[in-house]
């Protein structure tokens, strides 16, 4: 029968290549090979040649089962030795790799495991080969497992809901056997869904497995009653494959069984123009996201992927994200299905297409990806083309034959930046930074990128630019929802991001998010955050540090403010100003367009004294929000503050914790850069720099479980403040 076994557990490191135990560090994975300032450091220093090493005894006896070492994924090469035995190199960083070991162990004692882990930027792999704008930080980043499985067992299981719009959906599932015994083993597959509100459907099959091959059944599931897979209620169901092999005595043995999740949604970009979801046109709107975090590269635990997506879904309001530019965690896809947010995946690439081995690892990629993921409901597109490359007929063609034949339910689309790029795709994805949205020469259509590069801002510039830059946002995603032959925007990006010297700020930081590395939000953030019916959540934030100086030639007009209230209310100090209108002329189709207020010559002038500012939001007549901004500009208090008051004493698992200067109302002061120190008490560790210079005030490093349970402080100072302190459990 079945076991997974989590295999991230007592593993050694060195970084460089083998040499005695006695030299290496003691390494829980997800793993990083190096960690890092979150900017000013060079590419070179996270790519070199590393060793992991892990000796084990079974954790459960084979009794005639296959092991499987299963790799989520590592950066970029990895050499796996099990004792005596070396197989071939596993080339690529983003997808995931597994290897039968059973005829190498040592079932009864002691068995060393290796990789050799080759981190430099190898031309031979995608995305390398030319330069590239974003790093792919090393080490084994992703989660490793151990599964056993019997000779006979389930090798890939693809649940595909049909007609799933009508009363009576059927749910096919394919399922791959592998028969690794001498013999043919004739099998029996059932399958079957349930849940707690008695739906439910059941196959099955029986079948003869060759020996030493694989086959693919079919099961057709009928006669449930499902709830669909929406945006706002997500319905997960499981499907249950269970593998029998009959026997004389009809007493079926069980051999394998596997739970897959899916859900049961139609997603389809028409010609029209539109995309729509079970049959609905709903209007995209989304931002790319990267996998990379400060300090610690992509060696992200589940939480921190998982805390991704919420702030995608839950802090910007989108409904879609793209996994720019390669297939993410597990985690983070698995979290987009819980909470309804789209994602769009796409290959591993970037500008550069390699020869024909490179083509031959990317069309691997695209099985790689898709394989792993055709059970996300939320991945409602493949990205088959390396981003912004150029045409190539046979390559692209032979990327998109492969998509279809893998996944007939999905479209496929190809990153492009120039308009007539040919289409061999389903809809026409394109990178569009014109500052406008150019009229697509195809349909289906949707904009894959904007802004970015073209605005680049970080969370201190000068207030009239993070001003702009949310503002550019604004008008892309209000144009694009005006255009219906335009199917939604993602723009670029979601967090700021580091990369290499070709790219970015000269700091190895690329300031395009609307929130920064940290994932702590610049004005941008809001103009999306706002896009959300304030019966689920009020948002009102002036986009102004109010201050008379900070603009070019001085002023606070307009007053720009990102709220979903119907009216704001605005009072300078005593004095009540006016009420006011969202901006529905500039911005027609936005939801709920920014408030754009006209403060007057008269009212801020040079040497008047500066009063606090205070905006009372109105939704329905009644008080919502209200946002007050002092005028004194000075530091009140140092905030400190856990996304996680719990984690798991797994020796890997991570919070954020965040730290800013604000003022008198909570407001954070952009321009402090106060240097604050931490100390920590109780089983856990701080990853990143300390003491921090705040960058626009703000900033976060992430809290470390080690492999104890018990009470953690942090404690944070800086000078003329009171400290902060925050306290977790690790469990
Ligand atoms: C695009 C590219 C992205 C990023 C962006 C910056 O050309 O696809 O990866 O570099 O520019 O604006």
Redesign the pocket.
Known sequence: MRAIIPFNQDWLFLPEEAAPDDRFEAITLPHTNVVLPHHNFDDAEYQFISTYRKRFALPEPLNGRRVYLDFDGAMIASTVTINEHTFEEYRGGYTPFSFDITDYLNPDGDNLLTVRLDSNERKDIPPFGFVV??LAFGGIYRDVTLRYVAPCHVQRVFVRPQNVLTGSPNIEVDVWLANQNDTAQQCTVLGAVEDDQNAEAEASVTIDVPAHDTVKVTLSLTGGEFRLWTLDEPALYACLVQLYRPNAQDEPVLLDHVTTRFGLREAEFRPDGGFYLNGERLDLVGL?RHQTYPYIGAAAPARLQRLDADILKHELSLNLART??YPQSPHFLDRCDEIGLLVFEEIPG??HIGDEDWQTLSLRDVRAMIERDWNHPSIILWGVRI??SQDNEAFYTATNKLAHELDPTRQTGG?R?FPDSQFLEDVFTF?D?SNTVVEPLYTPYMVT?F????FPTKSYDQEERVMEHALRHARIQDKQLGMPNVAGAIG??AFDYNTHQE?GSGDRI?Y?GVMDIFRLPKYAAYAYGSQVNPNQQVVLQAATVWSMGDRSEGGIDPLIVFSNCEELEVFIGDERIGRYQPDRETFPHLPYPPFKISLGPGLLTWGRRMADLRIVGYVADEIAAEQCIAADGLPYELQLAVDAAELDADGADMTRLVFRIVDRYGNRLPYTNQVVSFEIDGPADLIGENPFALIGGQAALFVKAQHQPGRVTVRASTPRLQPASVTLTIR
């Open positions: 704008d974003y790319n720019s530019h970037w500008q981003n912004e990153v930046n990178n930074f990128e802004n970015g590069h073209m670029w990006c790219f690329c395009h």
